[in-house]
C-alpha cells in the first residue's frame, strides 16, 4: 500500500544525506517500527510520508498514488488519509480537547466553515466517539493545558482517529512520556490499528518497544536501511549495525530497558 | 558585567588599538558629553529662561482657578463623543490590519514582494502621527470627528498589522504541522493552527490600541478632527482659562478611567487563561 523507491532528502546547508537511497515497500495493515539512533533520518523519513518534508528526489505512492507528483489539492487530500501523532503531542494549549478531536475533521469540511469553526453534527458525534475510545470519555470541554501528559497523546490519537486515516505515522509518539505511560499509550495505539487494520508507521529510540510492537522492524543509520525484518530477526550485530557505538547504544539498544 | 560592557559593547563601538584600550570609558564619556552639550544649545535649553517664566506660569495658572462649570455637560458630550471616536477608529484599524497581517508575515507569505509591500505600507501608517493623518483627512472630509476616526484607523492598522504579523511568524512550526498533516487546506490551517495560537496577543495588542487611542483622540480635536481636543483648543484661543482647566480636569479624569477599565477587561480577556 505504501512503496517507497529511492527516497533522497538532504536539508539546506548540510553536507550528508538526511534519508539516502531510501526504498520500502509497506503492505496494508503492517505494524512498522523504524528504529534508529538520534539524527539517523527516521523522523525525516517519517516527514517525507505525508510531505511535511518535500524530499529532492525519489517516489513515495501510497494506494498507488504519488503523493510527491501530486498537485496541493491532490496532496492534501493523500495528507488527509495519513494520521500523524508527535512526540510533543502539538495540540493547542489553550484551546477545549474537543476543539483540537475536531481539527481531525478539517478535510471533511470547507474551508470557509474551518474559519467560523463550524462542524456538523456527524463531525461532532465521530469525535466524542473517538474520544470514548481513547478513554476520554467526559474530558471533551476541558482545556489541553490542564490535562497529563499521557492525557495529551490521547487527544492527539483522537485527532488522528478523526480523520478516518488507512495509515497513522508516529513521530516518536512516546518519548517525552514516563515509561508506564509509554506502555500504556502504545498498547491503545496498537490495539487500535489491528482493530481497524490500520497501518501503522512509527519511529522509535527503544529496543524494547520496538520488538514488543512491531510486525516488522526498519533499522536506520545515517539516511540508510541496514535491517529489514521481522523482530524475531533482529541479532545483536544488526542492533551495532543500527545504532553504531554510540551512546544511544547503551541507552536504548541494550535490552532490559 | 565589566565584562560584557569593556569587551563586548565598547569594542564594537569605538575599536581601539591596544594603548589607547584604557582611556575607553573616557572617550565615550567625552563623546556622550559633546553630543547633550550639542543638543541643549540647539534647544535654548536653559534654567534661566525658565525662571524667567515662571511669573507667567503662575499667572496663568491663577487665572484657570476656580474652574467654570457653566458648559460642563457640553464637554462632557465631547469626551464621549472622543470616546466613540477612540472606539470606532480602533475597530476599523484592527479590522483592516488582522488580514493584511497574514501577507505580512513570512512564515505564511512566501512572495517576498507582497510581503514587503505590506510591511511598507504599515510602516507608513504607523511612522506618521495621528495628529499629521488628522491634519491629511481634515481636509480630505472637512471638520468634525470622521476625520478623527479615519486618522485614528490609519494609524492603528499600521501598529496593529506590525504587531499582528509579527506575532504571527512567531507561532509553533511543529503546531502548524500537526493540523498540516490532517489534510487541511492553507486557509483553514491559518484558521484552526496559527490564529488560536496568537488570538490572546491579538486581542491584547488591541485593548491597548483602544486606550492609548482615547488619548490620542483628545489631541486631534486641536487639528480640527472632532472631540475634546477641539473644545479645550476653542476656549484656549478665546482666553477662557476658567473652562481650560475644567477640560483639562475632564480629559484626566476620563483617561484614568479608560486606561482602568481596559487593564480590567484585559485582565479578564487574556489574563484569566495560564499560558502554556
Redesign the interface.
Known amino acids: 500500500m505504501i512503496a517507497i523507491k529511492h527516497l533522497t532528502h538532504r536539508y539546506d546547508g548540510r553536507d550528508e544525506d538526511a534519508v539516502n537511497d531510501v526504498s520500502l515497500s509497506i503492505a496494508k495493515g503492517e505494524r512498522v517500527v523504524i528504529l534508529g539512533a538520534s539524527g539517523s533520518g527516521k523522523s525525516t523519513l517519517l516527514k517525507c510520508i505525508?510531505r511535511?518534508v518535500e524530499p529532492q528526489s525519489g517516489s513515495i505512492e501510497i494506494n498507488s498514488e504519488d503523493i510527491l507528483k501530486a498537485k496541493k489539492?491532490m496532496s492534501?487530500?493523500?495528507?488527509?488519509?495519513?494520521?500523524?501523532i508527535?512526540q510533543?503531542f502539538?495540540?493547542?494549549?489553550?484551546?477545549t480537547v474537543l476543539?483540537n478531536v475536531l481539527?481531525?475533521r478539517?478535510?471533511f469540511?470547507s474551508?470557509l466553515r474551518?474559519?467560523f469553526?463550524m462542524f456538523s453534527k456527524q463531525d461532532y458525534h465521530e469525535a466524542e466517539e473517538q474520544l470514548k475510545r481513547v478513554g476520554l470519555e467526559g474530558l471533551s470541554h476541558e482545556?489541553v493545558?490542564n490535562l497529563s501528559g499521557g492525557q495529551k497523546q490521547r487527544v492527539?490519537i483522537a485527532?488522528?482517529l478523526c480523520?478516518k486515516p488507512d495509515v497513522i505515522?508516529g513521530d516518536e509518539p512516546v518519548s517525552s512520556l514516563d515509561p508506564k505511560l509509554m506502555k500504556e499509550i502504545m498498547d491503545l495505539i496498537t490495539s487500535i490499528c489491528i482493530e481497524e487494520n490500520i497501518t501503522v508507521i512509527t519511529c522509535l529510540h527503544f529496543l524494547d518497544f520496538a520488538k514488543k510492537y512491531a510486525s516488522r522492524i526498519v533499522g536506520i543509520n545515517k539516511g540508510s536501511i541496514v535491517f529489514d525484518g521481522k523482530p524475531g530477526d533482529l541479532t545483536e550485530k544488526d542492533i551495532v549495525e543500527i545504532y553504531g557505538k554510540t551512546r544511544d547504544w547503551y541507552i536504548y539498544g541494550r535490552t532490559g530497558y | 558585567m565589566v565584562h560584557l560592557w569593556e569587551d563586548g559593547i565598547l569594542k564594537g563601538i569605538i575599536p581601539l588599538s591596544e594603548g589607547w584600550k584604557k582611556y575607553r570609558s573616557f572617550l565615550i564619556g567625552i563623546v556622550i558629553a559633546i553630543i547633550y552639550l550639542w543638543a541643549i544649545r540647539g534647544t535654548e535649553t536653559s534654567i534661566s529662561n525658565f525662571a524667567k517664566g515662571i511669573p507667567n506660569m503662575v499667572d496663568f495658572v491663577k487665572r484657570m482657578f476656580p474652574p467654570d462649570l457653566s458648559n460642563i455637560g457640553k464637554f462632557l458630550l465631547k469626551a464621549i463623543e472622543t470616546l466613540q471616536m477612540a472606539i470606532v477608529g480602533s475597530t476599523i484599524g484592527a479590522l483592516i490590519a488582522f488580514p493584511l497581517s497574514f501577507l505580512a508575515a513570512r512564515n505564511i507569505m512566501p512572495r517576498k514582494m507582497v510581503y514587503q509591500a505590506i510591511r511598507t505600507l504599515f510602516d507608513i501608517f504607523r511612522g506618521i502621527n495621528e495628529i499629521v493623518w488628522g491634519l491629511i483627512y481634515v481636509s480630505m472630509v472637512g471638520l468634525g470627528p470622521f476625520p478623527g476616526v479615519l486618522a485614528l484607523a490609519t494609524h492603528v492598522c499600521g501598529a496593529l498589522g506590525r504587531y499582528f504579523s509579527e506575532s504571527i511568524e512567531t507561532a509553533d512550526p511543529e503546531l502548524v504541522n500537526a493540523i498540516t498533516a490532517t489534510g487541511a487546506n492553507k486557509i483553514q490551517v491559518i484558521a484552526r493552527g496559527i490564529v488560536p495560537q496568537i488570538k490572546p496577543l491579538f486581542i491584547n495588542y488591541s485593548l491597548y490600541y483602544l486606550e492609548n487611542n482615547f488619548r490620542a483622540a483628545t489631541v486631534l480635536g486641536l487639528v480640527g478632527a472632532g472631540g475634546i481636543g477641539m473644545e479645550l483648543i476653542t476656549s484656549m484661543r478665546l482666553f477662557k482659562s476658567r473652562e481650560v482647566l475644567t477640560i483639562l480636569i475632564i480629559m484626566v479624569g476620563t483617561v484614568m478611567l479608560i486606561d482602568r477599565l481596559s487593564a480590567a477587561i484585559r485582565k479578564r480577556v487574556v489574563g484569566i487563561k495560564k499560558i502554556a
Open positions: 505525508n511535511l489539492q492534501e487530500r493523500i495528507r488527509g488519509k495519513i494520521g500523524m508527535f510533543n502539538n495540540l493547542l494549549e489553550r484551546e476543539a481539527n481531525g478539517l478535510r469540511n474551508a474551518a474559519v469553526g482545556r493545558s492527539a485527532r488522528a480523520q505515522l
